[in-house]
C-alpha cells in the first residue's frame, strides 16, 4: 500500500554487530588468515550501513576496507594506541557522514585511555559515533563487555556506563548500541539496559537464524547463546534481524554469528541510500 500523503516515505538502515575474533596464531583451519575471505564476503553479502565490531585487530581493519572499500572505520585500541583489540566502528561511506566520534574506557574513569576498574584484568573500551544519513542524525554506540566470571560487577557497571552515555544524547535523537554482551537476557546488564533501549531481536516484525550467537566456530551452531545484542533508542520500525549462519564446508567466519537489524527510517531528498535501500528491500521480501 503506497503512503498516504503528506506522510514520509521510507528507507532502511542495516546495522550489523560482529565479534570478528582476534587473529591468535594457533587456531590451524579457524586462523584469521584462513576465514578472512569468508569474513569480508559475510559482510559484503548482508550489505550493512554501520558495522559495530568486537575483537577487531588493526590488520584485520586494513584487510576488511581493503576488501571492501566502501567501507571506512574508526577506534582506539584497548591501551589507547591501535595496538591490541578494538571497538572499531564501519561505517558505508556514501550513505553514513560521520560527524563525531571517540572512545570511552569501561572503568571509574572513562576518558582516561588505557584505564581499567571492577577487576577487569584488561583495558576495555566503548566507541562512538555521530552519523548523518540524509537529515538523520543518529548515534552508535559500540563495545564488547568483560567475560569472566568474576567481572560480573564489571559488566553491570558497564551497563550503568552506557546509560550514562545515552541518557546525554538528546531525546529525540536515534540511538544504536551494538555489543557483544557477555551476558544472558536474563541478566542484570540486560535489565539494566533494557529498561532504557529496545532489543531489536525482540521488536523485530520477522527473525531470521537461531536466536543463539556463540557458535564456537561451528560447534555450537543452535545451541549457542544470544550475546551478541542490537538495542535502540528510536521510533523506528525494525523490519527483520538476522542472525547470520554462513559458513563454507564447515568454516565460519568467526566463532560469533554476526546479528544483522534492518530499520526503517525517514527518506530524505539528501539521502543517497534511499535507492540502494529501496532496492534491499524487494530483494528480501
Known amino acids: 500500500m503506497p503512503p498516504s500523503e503528506g506522510s514520509p516515505r521510507m528507507s532502511t538502515l542495516r546495522v550489523m554487530t560482529f565479534n570478528v575474533r582476534q587473529p591468535d596464531l594457533d587456531e590451524g583451519e579457524n ?4 576465514r578472512r575471505d569468508l569474513l569480508v564476503e559475510t559482510i559484503l553479502e548482508q550489505d550493512p550501513d554501520l558495522i559495530g565490531t568486537q ?3 588493526l590488520l584485520q581493519a586494513g584487510y576488511i576496507v581493503a576488501k571492501a572499500p566502501q567501507y571506512a572505520w574508526f577506534g582506539t585500541g584497548r591501551f589507547g594506541t591501535h595496538e591490541d583489540k ?3 566502528i564501519f561505517y558505508r561511506k556514501g550513505r553514513c557522514r560521520l560527524s563525531l566520534c571517540g572512545d570511552v574506557w569501561l572503568s571509574e574513569t572513562p576518558d582516561v585511555p588505557g584505564s581499567s576498574s571492577w ?3 584488561r583495558p576495555r573500551q566503548l566507541t562512538w559515533g555521530a552519523f548523518q544519513i540524509g537529515d538523520v542524525g543518529l548515534f552508535l554506540l559500540n563495545t564488547h563487555f568483560p567475560y569472566r566470571t568474576v567481572e560480573q560487577e564489571a559488566r553491570r557497571q558497564t551497563a550503568l556506563l552506557i546509560k550514562e552515555r545515552v541518557a546525554a544524547i538528546p531525546a529525540a ?3 544504536i548500541v551494538t555489543a557483544d554482551a557477555n551476558s544472558l537476557i536474563d ?3 540486560y535489565r539494566l539496559l533494557a529498561s532504557d533501549l529496545r532489543d531489536a531481536w525482540c521488536t523485530a516484525a520477522r527473525r531470521i537464524g537461531p536466536e543463539g550467537t556463540l557458535n564456537g566456530f561451528g560447534r555450537h551452531v543452535n545451541t549457542g547463546r544470544r550475546i551478541d545484542w542490537i538495542l535502540y533508542r528510536a521510533l523506528w520500525p ?3 534481524v538476522e542472525t547470520v549462519t554462513c559458513n563454507r564446508n564447515g568454516r565460519y567466519p568467526s566463532d560469533h554469528f554476526p546479528v544483522v537489524a534492518t530499520f526503517e527510517i525517514p527518506v530524505t531528498s539528501s539521502d543517497p541510500g534511499a535507492i540502494r535501500n ?3 528491500q524487494r530483494s528480501r521480501s
Do not use: K, M
Request: cysteine-free; hydrophobic content about 35%; proline content about 8%.
Open 31 to 34: 586462523s584469521w588468515e584462513a
Open 55 to 57: 575483537e577487531l585487530f
Open 86 to 88: 578494538h571497538v572499531g
Open 119 to 121: 577487576d577487569i584484568i
Open 173 to 175: 535523537t536515534p540511538v
Open 187 to 189: 541478566s542484570e546488564p
Open 238 to 240: 525494525v523490519r527483520e
Open 278 to 280: 529501496r532496492r534491499t
